[in-house]
C-alpha cells in the first residue's frame, strides 16, 4: 500500500495523539513533531503500541525549520496543525509567549510546508473564534467577535494566516503543474473522553483548568470537590452550556478533512466540528454520574470570568461536505474519560 505521509505538529497532545491514531487506522503514515513542551514522551511509545510499530517522531519546536530539515528529505503528502499553547488564562497574563508560538513558530511551519510544496494543511482552530454567539446553533458564517483572550485572537490569527498562504500559494501556482494548497480550517467544540483503550488521553499538567478532567480527578478522590462556575445564567438549570464531542470522534474529522483536499486540491473551507447538541454543566455531571456510577463531589461557586453563557454548533456543514458527524454519545465520552482517569492512578 502506497501510505501517505502526514505531519502532525503536537502530535504528542490530547487531540493529535487521538489524530495520530485514526490517520494510521485509515492507511495514512503519521510522523509526529513534538517539542514536549506540553506532553509526555511515553504517549510515543503508547502511540507505537496501538499502531503497532514505532513512529517517526521529530522532537522539536515546530517553528525550527532547520532542526526539521530531515522530515522534508522524503515528500509529505499534508500536514496537520495543532502544536500551540491552550491555556486561556495563561494566554491572559503572558500574551508575548501566545503570539510567539501560537503564530511566530506557526508562521515559519507554514512557510516550510509552502516552500516543500505540501499539498493538504489542515489547522486546530476553536469555536472560540465566535465569541458569544447572537443566535444558536452557531454555523460557519456567524461573524467573528472581537477575540476575548490572547489565546483565542490567536486561532483567529493563524486561520487569517493560513487564508493568506493560500492565496499567495493560488496566485504563485497560477498556470502551472506543481501541486495546489488547499487548507482546511477546523472549529472544534469541547473535546472530552478519552481513546477506549484508556492508553491516550488528556494529561493536563497541574489542575485541569477545564471541566471533564477536573470532574474526573473529583470523583477519584483526587480533588475535593468540583466547582460548578455559575449557577445564575440564564440556561434551563443555571448553568452554561457547551457542545461536548468524543476526541475520537474528532480526530476521525481530521481523516475526513484530509480526503476533502485529496477530492477537491487546493480548496479552502471552514468547518464547524461539533455534536450539534448543548450541554449545561450540571448535565455532564448528571450524565457521569449515571453513566459510570461513581458521584461527583460538587458545589456551586461564581461565575468563571469570560465564560460565554451557551455555544453549540450546527455540524450539518460537516456532515454535508466531509461526510462526518459525532458517532458517539455523551455517556461513552465520559465513561471513556473515566477509565483513562482510573488508569492513572
Ligand atoms: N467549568 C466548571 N468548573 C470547572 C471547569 C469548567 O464549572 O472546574 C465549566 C465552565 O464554566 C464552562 C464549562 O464547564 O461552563 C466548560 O468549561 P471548559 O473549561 O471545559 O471549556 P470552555 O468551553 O471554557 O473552553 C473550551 C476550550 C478552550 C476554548 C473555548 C472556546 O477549552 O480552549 O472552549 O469556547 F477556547
Redesign the pocket.
Known sequence: MNRKRIAVTGGLGYIGSHTVVALHEAGYTPVIVDDLRNSNADVLERLGGICGAPLEYYAADCGDVQALAALFDTPLHGAIHFAAD?S?GESVSSPEKYFANNLGAMARWVEALRLHRVAHVVFSS???VYGEPSSLPVDESAPMQDATSP??YTKQAGEQLLRYAHAAAQSANHGSSSPAFGVVLLRYF?PIGAHPSAQIGELPLGTP????P?LTQAAAGLRSE?????NDYPTADG??V?DYLHVCDLAEAHVAALQHLERKPGDLDVFNLGSGDGHS?LEVIRSFETATGTTVPHRFGPR?AG??VA?YATADKAAKILNWRTKRSLDQALEDAWRWQKSLK
Not at 468540583?226 to 455559575?230: D, I, N
Request: aromatic share 12%; with cysteine; hydrophobic share 40%.
Open positions: 491552550k486561556v476553536s469555536c472560540t489565546y483565542g469541547n483548568a477545564n471541566l471533564v477536573y468540583l466547582v460548578v462556575f455559575g448553568t452554561c457547551r454543566v468563571r465564560d460565554v455555544v
